[in-house]
């Protein structure tokens, strides 16, 4: 079993930035990616970014080049740094975590932490 954990959320102004982290403990030696989702309100949950086990990111359009992610996924740490944030910003954010088992993937989520990004 693998535990997930989030932190760095809260409240910032319209233009500020907030990185978030994620721990991943338990069973995390054969992770092989970390990621981020968000869950804006009336929305489905969507990726924001990813790292593979050689650390390397890609990014989906939503951060349109705002958002920055790290980590290591050896250690089972995620990090994601939010620049330039704005209302539209505002959601829940997940911190996933995949590891190999035996031909398929155990995938594992945190609870997701709340930012809010207001005036």
């Known amino acids: 079993q693998v535990r997930v954990v989030e932190s760095g959320g809260g409240v910032v102004e319209p233009g500020g930035s907030l990185r978030l982290s994620c721990v991943a403990s338990g069973d995390t030696s054969k992770l092989v990616y970390m990621a981020w989702h968000r869950q804006i309100s009336g929305k489905q949950r969507e990726l924001v970014a990813f790292i593979n086990h050689e650390g390397s990111p890609t990014y989906k359009e939503v951060g349109n080049g705002r958002f920055s992610i790290a980590g290591d996924t050896d250690n089972g740490r995620v990090f994601l740094e939010m620049n330039s944030l704005e209302r539209a910003d505002t959601g829940v954010y997940y911190c996933?975590?995949?590891?190999?088992?035996?031909?398929?993937?155990?995938?594992?989520w945190g609870q997701g932490i709340q930012v809010t990004v207001s005036s």
């Open positions: 996933e975590a995949w590891r190999y088992r035996s031909g398929t993937h155990d995938r594992y």
